[in-house]
C-alpha cells in the first residue's frame, strides 16, 4: 500500500502545481467601451476619437484590421479600416469603441481597438 501512496501524492502535488500555473498565467482582457465622434484619417485607418460633433481635439486610434459594425448591424472583419467611417477627413461619424490597453512588453504598449461600431 505505501508504494501506492508516494505516486499518488506526487501526481497530487503535480496536478495542483499546473492548476496554479494555468490559473494565474491566463490573459484575458476586457475592453474599455468608449464613445464618440470618430474623424478618419485620409487612408481610412485612423481616427481621432472626439467627445462631442464639434470637439476640434480627440484621441488617436489605429482602426484598420479591428472588426466592425455597420449601420446594417453586419459584422466585418479584414485589413483595412472600417467603411462606415469612411475617409472624408472632414466628416465625423458616432460611434462605439472597444479599446484593450496594451502594456509595454517585447514592444511599445498602446491602446488597441479591437471591435468598432458606427451609430446612427
Do not use: Q
Not at 446594417?72 to 462606415?84: L, Q, S
Amino acid at each position: 500500500m505505501k508504494r501506492f501512496v508516494a505516486p499518488v501524492v506526487v501526481g497530487v502535488i503535480a496536478a495542483v502545481a499546473f492548476g496554479v500555473w494555468w490559473v494565474t498565467t491566463r490573459h484575458t482582457a476586457t475592453p474599455e467601451v468608449l464613445e464618440g465622434w470618430a474623424m478618419p484619417d485620409a487612408g481610412g485607418v485612423a481616427i481621432s476619437l472626439h467627445d462631442t460633433a464639434d470637439a476640434s481635439s480627440g484621441e488617436g486610434y489605429i482602426v484598420a484590421g479591428a472588426a466592425w459594425v455597420g449601420r446594417d448591424n453586419m459584422w466585418h472583419e479584414g485589413a483595412g479600416g472600417p467603411t462606415c467611417v469612411g475617409t472624408d477627413t472632414s466628416a465625423k461619424t458616432r460611434v462605439r469603441l472597444g479599446v484593450v490597453h496594451a502594456e509595454p512588453g517585447e514592444g511599445i504598449g498602446r491602446s488597441l481597438v479591437v471591435w468598432l461600431r458606427c451609430l446612427d
